[in-house]
RNA sequence: GCCCUCGUAGCUCAGUGGAUAGAGCAUCGGUCUCCUAAACCGUGUGCGCAGGUUCGAUUCCUGCCGGGGGCACCA
């Protein structure tokens, strides 16, 4: 896709070359000034090249700026030194009829699409919640950023497995099992045990004779799945932790690593020498009652993982940030490469409601589940609620304003665009009005600054998918829909399209300005996976 | 005690190694005989504190203070 920039780039060498400077390593950055009045494009090239040159950087720009205005790039009407050595372009406004032309060429199976993952192999574990219960509304932020973070890397040329990992043996699932049977039979669950509501709830459920276990695992997991079906999350692969184990993949590793050399016994346990790896200390992987940790079983999973795909990411809460070390390590002395493996730590979600925060606890009654969630605003809300935010900041979620009918919910203003646009649709249509080919349409009669800053933050698409994706951070996806809904929302307001005393050939070009903003809104929607209601 | 993470406007949050740090909400005041006013326009003494690196730090590093999380032969 043609970038405006490697005109500019093209140019600001050439300068930099008739300048002298040559063979400097610059790292040539061309970006848009946070100040409109430095123009559409700056870069800080004579600020970089300055030692290289030898010369005060003012006096390079003034340099580079003078020989580029002899021979300026495409579109490029001035270039201006400024400040302690920046170099400014001003563009003429054709620059950005060339996006929305792209744009619309693209479309929204490709515009800001990218194959910087050459068709690499991830695999993305998140959730994983344990089979125990149903999904809370901290699962749901996981559920929500996993899932677009997978969109992210699709859209960025990388192959996705979306992994999800049921714990399925051990000690919590004894405790389950255990609180499921006593409150079928009227008891109450042990001490340690789950008391949640659910948990009677699905004790009556459960058929005479079932298997407390088998049962309550695959009641639990049922209503997983639903949860995370209703929130449009559907993953690739299911591994269970029991199945994993049955066929013997823990035997095999735990062999693995100590043909390794990397297993010794102390104190009639087994333990693995990740402090030789980079953990703070030596981790035990199978009891001294010859019971395996919850590790191995885990350390089976990830190495299975990585034997399977160039990248493994793990999707984590922040109460799982000090497993990160031992994984690493883990994995480090089964030979696999450090940057092969990634944990994404995020901070946890809380609740507010009436003004008071409800704590995230399996103990009962003030559980908020994602289903709830799901009930009271739906799915897009949902999931647009979770990516408004950064996962490295703890999320709080206030129930009352996510569910209010009302400006105050963050979430309108996007969907508020989007109606907009589908209603002027069906205005359109109404009317009798039709958009006519793109070729035979003007688009240079786009010369307000309301059009102008649209297609501005349409050309921003491309570079804020790549950055997000690098980030690992969705979110910023969001972010950017929201500028594009403001943009839109100030054009709609000063640039009238269907009223009668607009010219044809302006109705027409901003018509094609608005379909270009229903692609750029439907690429952003489709990352963060939510559909926006065609009238609100 | 050790480790991780966060600290930006009254509130909820974006943001960047650069030139005057933004948006929504809230407040107050404007804008519909006109494609949706859930919108638009105006209204703001804010980067926790102190050092360091840098031509330039809110951004990177160190320390301190404050919030959250974690430190098992539990998972």
């Given at each position: ?385 979770y990516l408004l935010q950064s996962i490295d900041t703890t999320q709080t ?52 600054e309301r059009e102008l800053d649209v297609l501005r933050v349409l050309a ?77």
């Open positions: 896709m043609p970038d405006v920039r490697d005109g500019l780039r093209d140019g600001l060498r050439a300068a930099l070359e008739g300048a002298g400077v040559v063979g400097a390593p610059v790292e040539l950055a061309i970006e848009r000034p946070r100040d409109p009045s430095h123009g559409e494009w700056s870069s800080n090239v004579a600020l970089v090249a300055a030692k290289a040159a030898r010369r005060p950087p003012r006096e390079l720009a003034e340099e580079i700026v003078a020989r580029l205005g002899a021979e300026p790039p495409p579109h490029v009407v001035a270039v201006e030194a400024a400040g302690p050595g920046f170099v400014n372009f001003r563009l003429a406004p054709s620059w950005l009829h060339e996006v929305l032309a792209e744009v619309i060429a693209a479309g929204v199976d490709a515009y800001a699409r990218s194959d910087a993952g050459a068709g690499r192999t991830v695999s993305v574990e998140f959730v994983s919640a344990n089979p125990t219960g149903p999904l809370h509304a901290g699962h749901g932020r996981w559920a929500a950023y996993g899932d677009s973070l997978c969109r992210l890397l699709e859209h960025c040329g990388y192959r996705v497995t979306r992994e999800f990992y049921v714990n399925d043996r051990g000690r919590q699932i004894d405790l389950f099992a255990a609180s499921l049977a006593a409150r079928r039979r009227g008891a109450e669950p042990p001490e340690d045990g789950y008391h949640g509501e659910y948990v009677a709830e699905w004790a009556a459920e459960m058929p005479d004779g079932a298997d407390a276990r088998q049962w309550g695992i695959e009641r639990a997991r049922r209503d997983q799945a639903d949860t995370l079906a209703a929130m449009n999350v559907a993953f690739d692969l299911y591994t269970s932790e029991s199945e994993l184990v049955a066929r013997g993949a823990m035997g095999e590793v735990l062999h693995e690593l100590g043909s390794r050399a990397v297993v010794y016994e102390h104190d009639g346990a087994q333990w693995l020498r990740t402090g030789e790896f980079g953990d703070s200390a030596d981790r035990v992987l199978v009891k001294s009652d010859s019971e395996p940790t919850y590790f191995l079983p885990d350390i089976a999973y990830h190495h299975e993982k990585s034997s399977r795909n160039e990248l493994v990411i793990d999707v984590l809460g922040a109460d799982h940030h000090g497993y990160v070390p031992r994984m690493r390590a883990a994995l480090a002395a089964l030979g696999h490469g450090d940057e092969d493996y990634e944990a994404l730590v995020g901070q946890n979600v809380t609740l507010r409601r009436g003004g008071v925060e409800v704590r995230l606890s399996k103990r009962a009654g003030n559980m908020v589940l994602v289903s709830e969630l799901l009930d009271e605003v739906g799915p897009d809300v949902t999931r647009l609620v979620i206030d129930i009352d304003v996510v569910s209010a009918q009302s400006a105050e919910n963050p979430v309108y203003y996007l969907q508020y665009a989007h109606a907009r646009i589908h209603s002027l649709g069906r205005q359109a249509e109404a009317r009798g009005v039709q958009r006519a080919p793109l070729d035979e349409v003007d688009l240079t009669v786009l010369v307000h921003g698409l491309p570079d804020t998918v790549a950055a997000a994706m690098r980030a690992r951070a969705p979110h910023q996806v969001a972010a950017w829909a929201r500028e594009l809904a403001a943009a839109f929302h100030r054009f709609w307001h000063d640039c009238p399209i269907l009223r009668d005393d607009v010219r044809e050939d302006l109705r027409q070009a901003r018509l094609w300005l608005v379909e270009a903003t229903r692609i750029g809104l439907a690429v952003a929607l489709a990352i963060l996976g939510v559909s926006a209601p065609e009238r609100l």
